[in-house]
């Protein structure tokens, strides 16, 4: 985002953008009137699309950018990441950046321990026993992961009003996860997705050979950045049906107290157009969100094919609720998930919680 302003103030010397970081947690739960408060433009995931709208914290794009423009937005989405920032028929956030959990691997300690790659539940689960294997299973990770086995036993989840799946389903999701966790070094439950991918790309150790599923960063597919380059691809079955990851991703978004709505505008669409996206932005570093880039060929070229091995697992990726009170649910349920799958609490007992607190915040409750 950084390239991308500077590109962009060369083109407008008139405009000056200074972004600021926040944490990777802070991205997650951050509060968004905080930020509308303090800021014009907005880094964000989809999950806080309802409750910003409803509160009036950002400007819909229909009412300033061109309708061919958005139109080319949906068009070339990366799976659902356009329409996951569509609340009450207007498009509040455009998704600059893609994302979802995939598998990754590194080639050379697969070839050196003479692993061939899994393609099954129950093979992950061997790799695992035999010590390959580690997972991003950080709290929040945790929850995104029980909504993707919620789906692999039959129930998609956030389709049933008032109740993310059946206790018995929620209850057999966290028991999957509680599988692959205990045959996984400890250290696993405090990983997000990047101190996962830093390990596999640092590590000579075997544990690093293998992850079934960590939300993607595509650096790590590039020469150059890690010590070691991690291979990225598709998920394996469960019972006979590929897994479903949740989707993650981020969006600029512009605050509705802005005092420079066109120059916000005419900046954000610059950063989610398609040769911006796979030009400066990906060049920088960045994962696009633009369908044209997940597709290009020297986008491809650089980053090990991550993008065309990793789109399918995209475009079948699940959407999380779209509901002001989903925030809420999310903070409270976390805990209770990550506490069950690290061997505190039982499958039954946190499901039960889950789904009350799920009631609760769709009724709008908390």
């Excluded at 509040?92 to 003479?114: E, F, H, S, V």
């Excluded at 439950?189 to 000579?204: F, G, H, Q, V, Y």
């Excluded at 605050?255 to 420079?260: E, I, N, P, Q, V």
């Excluded at 060929?297 to 065309?308: P, Q």
Aim: glycine share 8%; with cysteine; net charge negative.
């Amino acid at each position: 985002m950084v390239a991308t302003a500077q590109r962009f103030e060369e083109l407008h010397p008139e405009v000056s953008i200074q972004w600021e970081k926040r944490s990777l947690q802070a991205f997650a739960d951050a509060s968004m009137a905080e930020l509308a408060d303090r800021f014009d433009l907005i880094i964000m995931d989809h999950p806080h699309t309802a409750l910003a709208a409803t509160e009036g914290l950002l400007l819909p794009y229909e009412d300033w950018l061109p309708a061919e423009f958005l139109s080319d937005q949906a068009a070339n989405s990366v799976g659902g990441s356009h329409e996951s920032y569509r609340f009450a028929g207007k498009q509040w956030t455009l998704a600059t950046d893609a994302a979802t959990p995939i598998a990754t691997w590194r080639p050379d300690l697969m070839k050196q321990n003479g692993l061939a790659q899994p393609q099954t539940w129950d093979e992950v689960l061997a790799l695992a026993r035999g010590g390959f294997v580690t997972v991003s299973a950080f709290p929040i990770d945790v929850l995104m992961n029980t909504y993707m086995f919620c789906e692999a036993l039959g129930e998609t989840p956030f389709t049933v009003d008032g109740e993310l799946a059946s206790h018995e389903v929620l209850a057999g999701a966290l028991e999957e996860l509680q599988k692959l966790v205990a045959l996984c070094d400890p250290a696993c439950l405090t990983r997000n997705p990047i101190r996962t991918a830093e390990l596999m790309a640092e590590t000579s150790e075997s544990r690093g050979a293998y992850c079934p599923f960590a939300y993607g960063y595509s650096n790590y597919s590039r020469l150059g950045y890690g010590s070691h380059l991690l291979q990225a691809g598709g998920l394996v079955t469960h019972q006979g049906k590929r897994l479903r990851s949740t989707l993650g991703g981020a969006g600029v978004a512009v605050s509705s107290k802005t005092k420079h709505p066109r120059a916000c505008m005419d900046y954000a669409e610059f950063t989610a157009s398609p040769a911006i996206q796979k030009g400066v932005y990906f060049k920088s570093g960045g994962q696009p969100g633009h369908r044209g880039a997940w597709t290009d060929d020297a986008v491809n070229a650089a980053s090990s094919n991550f993008f065309r091995d990793t789109l399918q697992t995209l475009d079948e990726s699940l959407l999380r609720g779209k509901f002001p009170g989903y925030m809420a649910f999310q903070d409270l349920s976390t805990p209770l998930a990550h506490d069950c799958v690290a061997g505190k609490s039982k499958p039954v007992e946190a499901a039960r919680e889950i789904n009350r607190f799920y009631r609760q915040c769709w009724k709008g409750q908390i």
